[in-house]
């Protein structure tokens, strides 16, 4: 899906986000995408978020158009690319999420949990 046609995308290193997301259990129900062998999190924000508007060190804001991987409403969870909870598409409050991203206790996540080897990275 083209990040700024139905959202605006920003990634977070995974363990951050796995942190916020276990800090703040009501944003687990937003839009959030996990890529565990990516090590990221996909956050999408409401549409007409723009640039100026995110402030977040180490976080990116996606150019218009990049390829964001949207998986279907069924895949929660497991070990490939999943939404945490069954999404709702509820929009994020940009400040709610920046206030959590930012918040000074939200440094890194417990033990990541193991992820096998992808059958396309055995391949490489």
């Known amino acids: 899906m083209p990040n700024g ?9 995974y363990e951050r ?20 062998f990516a090590r990221i999190a996909v956050f999408l924000l409401p549409r007409g978020t723009r640039p100026g508007q995110w402030t977040v060190p180490r976080t990116r804001f ?7 991987e949207i998986p279907p409403a069924v895949a929660v969870g ?25 918040s000074p206790d939200t440094g890194p996540a417990g033990p990541l949990p193991d992820v096998p080897d992808h059958p396309r990275r055995q391949a490489a």
């Open 5 to 13: 046609r139905y959202f605006q995308a920003v990634r977070v290193p």
């Open 17 to 36: 986000a796995l942190k916020v997301l276990e800090d703040h259990p009501d944003l687990a129900h937003g839009p959030v995408v996990i890529n565990p």
């Open 62 to 68: 996606l150019r218009p158009g990049a390829t964001v």
């Open 78 to 102: 497991g070990p490939d690319i999943h939404w945490p909870t069954p999404p709702t598409h509820q929009p994020y409050q940009v400040d709610d999420l920046i206030t959590a991203l930012t």
